[in-house]
């Protein structure tokens, strides 16, 4: 039977939908929240979205699930003073310097002050004054604009289990913020910059560069090139009100913006991911065929990349040691450009153009960098760029489309849909298993779709080719604990950060409804539709790049300009604890590694055995011990370190062999 | 060895409470036992074994008006400013404290460890306002003479 409720005065019939909220929106009824995003939880904290509902009252519709008979109450005077006065409240204690801040325009603090009509505050203001966090490439963070709705704390543990900040203190002191209020670059954040999307206020922003950008076209020494990711030219319209238009045209509009700013060339990202495919598929055919290091892990997404070294130091093995395409872009032009335009390699500026805000913080890795200068210079967002056509005068929407420079702006339809959620993976599948004369693409299309897991069984020859695709940590989280109690096995696994891969990207301008999502993957679908070639082998600057450059694929020129490697990393930055003092000034140092791995490895056993050790030998002041967090090997955990001796799967015996050693 | 038995003591409250990332609160609980106050290294060490974010834990330890996060003095001196404790000028208690402690409002410990003054709002004994506790002792009707002398005399006692 169909299930109606009246919302004022209408009835509405509804369904599945979540709650109370979503039946409202269906019936184009625009609740104000600050607290609601249908990705995350309900949290029911701004109480914005408060309705009349008959016989209960005022009741938050996120929270409040949808009945049969229902009669809900959305404007009326009481609700309307409640939400002023919510707004208000948030005003008094909130940074209004609207004029100067980034989120200005697209900040639902100013934009709900504006549509309920709020003209002054009547609350006293109180200023907070604290300061700024910039550590980041990516990412900034200002408390003083914070309203405490948590969407950036469930972001972060919900979507990417991460949990670099979180709420802390309470009442009037609350504040979100990294652990220890220290700051997020010493958080465990992968700058994978969604909670910047996701906060309704300036609280949470990218870290612009388009200073940097404009001070070096402006230099007369250097010349600035720039090249744009696939997902930019599928997202920048909606920034200037042409989200309607294809992306192709975003795309030629964009270089002729970008020509107009002064750029000596514009690039194309799309042609280094042709050769990340070719690179990448050729070390996968490899590790296939040998059934060695699989499922191999794609390693185009820095967030991803960060969250491997942090989380699955066992893993790092399995990515690819492909640069990202942004990596490999940077590398490649710095290695051939100045030799083409007879310029210093320093003089030459690399730009690129990102959907991602974590593109910044894989730019600064000092892998991706030669005798000090890095392979890209400077990494703008979609934002950015958007802000800084913007801020050169251009009328974005009435440019002409112009062609991208050659060589390294040909690509085929396979380097495009990498912006797209299972866009590596399919192209990976053109290039691996395409027949030779085949140009069809709409072969591997079973591996499209909407869902952050997708999986994909192919027979390759007799072996089975186990193929899987995911968005969003937290899924990746899950396929890695399956694939760890082996209840799952695959080959290749391709793994975005980003909800629908990079077109969902941080980066990009702030979208709210899913739809924008959707319009953005087919907008990429179809610009790969109208490209003449699909496979990135076919590629004919690829093959010459190969051919002048390169060497054989995979090969050792190939390997120095193309790949990269990959290392634990340091998630916590807590000082070792002392254990146990020694008084002796010539003590033997002995460290027990207790990060999760050793711990879980018995590092416990091993502290409490060099104690007894120690007490049993009566050398206690002659021997310090202290526990820190990681050596960064957990794979050959549990790790001690002796004086200078760092002893690898320790044991008791072999630990205090080694500390009488050192005694003697 | 001090140290290697506190360590011990968060291991063994760990796997008492089966590592359970549902039993943090009760996990604080104790280990706040154990040091007085709740270490950074620690309270991380906690959220790695219990596989939860540094953040998460350190947002409940500082929720909480139990926790600490700061080492504490020997002493605990609690001044009670509930309601009928400040009519009874339980502020003028405070300040003697203070001024007898050198301490301030952000710096509630003395350097020597020894002390450490807190306010808290209710002790439930307001027939005795205003009220104050150190350690487990419950000193009724004090004044800020009072006060002096009875820190006078621990100090004295703490030289001995």
């Known amino acids: 039977m169909e299930k109606t409720l009246t919302i004022n005065g209408k009835k509405v019939s509804f369904d599945k939908e979540k709650n109370l909220l979503e039946v409202i929106r269906k019936a184009n009824i625009e609740l104000p929240t600050f607290c609601y995003h249908s990705e995350l939880s309900t949290y029911g904290a701004c109480r914005l979205c408060l309705v009349n509902v008959e016989k209960r009252g005022l009741v938050p519709a996120c929270s409040t699930p949808a009945e049969d008979g229902m009669v809900v109450v959305t404007n009326s005077n009481e609700i309307r003073e409640l939400r002023k006065i919510i707004v208000e409240l948030l005003l008094a204690n909130h940074d209004r310097e609207c004029t100067s801040c980034h989120k200005s325009e697209h900040c639902q603090l100013q934009t709900l002050a504006r549509r309920l009509g709020i003209q002054s505050v009547r609350y006293k203001k109180i200023v907070k004054d604290?300061?700024?966090?910039?550590?980041?490439?990516?990412?900034?963070?200002?408390?003083?604009?914070?309203?405490?709705?948590?969407?950036?704390?469930?972001?972060?543990?919900?979507?990417?289990?991460?949990?670099?900040?979180?709420?802390?203190?309470?009442?009037?002191?609350?504040?979100?913020?990294p652990s220890f209020g220290k700051s997020l670059a010493s958080s465990e954040c992968i700058y994978c910059g969604q909670c910047t999307r996701v906060c309704p206020t300036g609280a949470l922003t990218i870290k612009s560069d388009v200073t940097r950008v404009w001070n070096a076209l402006g230099n007369k020494d250097k010349k600035v090139i720039v090249?744009?990711?696939?997902?930019?030219?599928?997202?920048?319209?909606?920034?200037?009100?042409?989200?309607?238009?294809?992306?192709?045209?975003?795309?030629?509009?964009?270089?002729?913006?970008?020509?107009?700013?002064?750029?000596?060339?514009?690039?194309?990202?799309?042609f280094t991911a042709d050769l990340t495919i070719v690179e990448e598929a050729n070390e996968f055919v490899e590790r296939f065929t040998k059934g060695e290091k699989l499922p191999q892990f794609t390693s185009c997404c820095p967030a991803w990349i960060k969250f491997t070294e942090q989380y699955y130091p066992d893993m790092i093995k399995n990515l690819s040691s492909c640069m990202s395409p942004q990596g490999m872009f940077g590398s490649l032009a710095k290695e051939m450009l100045p030799k083409m335009y007879g310029i210093k390699r320093e003089d030459l500026v690399v730009v690129s153009v990102m959907p991602c805000t974590a593109k910044k913080f894989e730019a600064t890795r000092p892998e991706l960098s030669k005798d000090g200068i890095p392979d890209t210079d400077i990494v703008l967002t979609t934002q950015e760029l958007a802000r800084m056509i913007e801020e050169s005068g251009l009328s974005f929407a009435n440019l002409e489309q112009s062609a991208f420079d050659m060589p390294l702006g040909f690509k085929t339809g396979g380097g495009v849909i990498f912006g797209n959620s299972g866009g590596v993976a399919e192209a990976v599948l053109r290039n691996v298993l395409s027949k030779e004369n085949s140009n069809d693409m709409d072969e591997f299309a079973f591996i499209r779709g909407e869902e952050g897991i997708r999986e994909a069984n192919l027979k390759v020859g007799d072996k089975d080719l186990r193929l899987a695709v995911v968005y969003g940590l937290g899924n990746a989280r899950k396929v890695i604990k399956q694939i760890k109690n082996k209840e799952k096995e695959y080959d290749l696994i391709e793994v975005m950060a980003c909800p629908g891969g990079c077109i969902g990207g941080a980066g990009q301008p702030v979208y709210d409804k899913l739809e924008v999502r959707n319009k953005r993957t087919k907008c990429l679908y179809e610009n790969d539709s109208v490209l003449e070639l699909h496979k990135p082998q076919d590629n004919p600057y690829v093959q010459q790049v190969y051919k002048e450059i390169l060497g054989a694929v995979g090969g050792e020129k190939a390997h120095e300009i193309l790949h990269t490697f990959h290392t634990n990393r340091r998630r916590i930055t807590e000082k070792p604890f002392l254990i146990q003092a020694a008084t002796d000034a010539n003590c033997v140092k002995v460290n027990v590694c207790f990060g999760t791995g050793c711990m879980l490895r018995g590092s416990q056993k091993i502290l409490k055995s060099i104690l007894d050790f120690v007490e049993s030998k009566k050398i206690a002041d002659k021997v310090e011990v202290k526990a820190s967090f990681c050596f960064e090997r957990c794979s050959r955990g549990p790790v001690v370190s002796v004086g200078t001796t760092v002893i690898e799967q320790a044991t008791p015996e072999k630990v205090t062999k080694e500390i009488e050693k050192n005694l003697k | 060895m001090e140290n290697q038995g506190k360590f011990d003591k968060v291991c063994q409250i760990l796997d008492e409470n089966g590592r359970d990332k549902a039993r943090l609160i009760p996990i604080l609980q104790a280990v706040q036992e154990v040091y007085n106050y709740l270490p950074e290294e620690i309270l991380t060490f906690i959220a790695s074994a219990l596989d939860i974010s540094p953040?998460?834990?350190?947002?409940?330890?500082?929720?909480?008006?139990?926790?600490?996060?700061?080492?504490?003095?020997?002493?605990?001196?609690?001044?009670?400013?509930?309601?009928?404790?400040?009519?009874?000028?339980?502020?003028t208690i405070i300040d003697a404290i203070r001024a007898k402690l050198n301490l301030t409002a952000a710096e509630n410990t003395t350097k020597d460890m020894l002390f450490t003054l807190e306010t808290v709002s209710c002790l439930g004994a307001c027939g005795l306002a205003p009220a104050m506790v150190i350690d487990n002792e419950v000193y009724g009707q004090v004044t800020p003479e009072k006060v002096t002398k009875i820190i006078d005399d621990m100090i004295k006692q703490e030289e001995k």
Do not use: W
């Open chain 1, 130 to 177: 604290t300061p700024k966090d910039f550590s980041t490439p990516s990412i900034v963070r200002d408390p003083n604009k914070c309203v405490l709705c948590g969407d950036c704390v469930r972001f972060c543990e919900e979507i990417q289990t991460v949990g670099a900040i979180d709420f802390s203190f309470r009442g009037s002191h609350a504040t979100v913020s």
């Open chain 1, 227 to 270: 090249a744009i990711a696939p997902a930019v030219r599928a997202a920048i319209g909606e920034a200037f009100g042409i989200a309607k238009e294809s992306g192709t045209e975003a795309a030629g509009k964009m270089v002729t913006a970008l020509k107009a700013m002064g750029f000596f060339k514009v690039f194309d990202v799309s």
């Open chain 2, 55 to 91: 953040a998460r834990v350190y947002g409940v330890a500082t929720f909480f008006a139990h926790f600490t996060l700061k080492a504490k003095g020997k002493h605990i001196i609690k001044v009670c400013d509930g309601t009928a404790c400040h009519v009874k000028r339980s502020t």
